[in-house]
């Protein structure tokens, strides 16, 4: 059986607590949502594109976790925490003694694909879609699947260079 995957970015964050915090690594993914990313949340909820859907399964950082809970919400679909679709890692060190901005513009001139003499230790991109696709592979028991994560995330399951706005959606089956 094919499954249906309704993919959506989660809305605009922020991130001046977390920096105001001086959090670092992975507690830079503590950043929540902006007013204008609740909102769009609670826009995309609305669309009739979610009838029917059974699930809403979420990556567990705090952005996308909070559009989800807010489309759950809206529409009464109940939500789950898949922990592999989590945001791409610019350090799989786990170190965080780089510039994730550097890291990221690496990966990009790369297209994803690692090589010996890249600088930074980033996840890349058959990697990534290989840790999304088993993800999902979970939830090829319902007919229509809603999933919240980011966009780096689902440009595996699209192309690489799709760039996806705040709450954008993109459809994929699987």
Not at 14 to 19: A, K, N, P, Q
Not at 90 to 99: A, C, G, M, R, V
Request: charged fraction near 25%; hydrophobic fraction near 35%.
């Amino acid at each position: 059986m094919n499954t249906l995957f309704i993919l959506v970015r989660h809305g605009e964050p922020r991130y001046d607590e977390v920096l105001e915090r001086k959090y670092f690594g992975m507690g830079y993914d503590l950043g929540k949502l902006t007013e204008k990313g609740v909102l769009q949340a609670e826009k995309r909820a609305k669309d009739p594109i979610f009838k029917d859907a059974e699930i809403i399964v979420s990556s567990p950082y705090t952005r996308a976790l909070q559009t989800a809970a807010i489309i759950s919400r809206i529409t009464g679909i109940p939500l789950t925490v898949e922990n592999d679709l989590h945001e791409w890692m610019p350090d799989t060190t786990f170190k965080f003694e780089l510039d994730a901005n550097n890291s990221f513009q690496e990966y990009l001139s790369a297209q994803g694909v690692r090589k010996n003499h890249h600088i930074y230790h980033w996840e890349s991109y058959p990697v990534l879609k290989n840790r999304v696709t088993k993800a999902l592979e979970n939830y090829k028991s319902y007919k229509k699947v809603i999933v919240v994560c980011h966009g780096i995330v689902m440009s595996t399951l699209t192309r690489f260079d799709d760039v996806i706005e705040h709450c954008g959606v993109r459809e994929v089956t699987l």
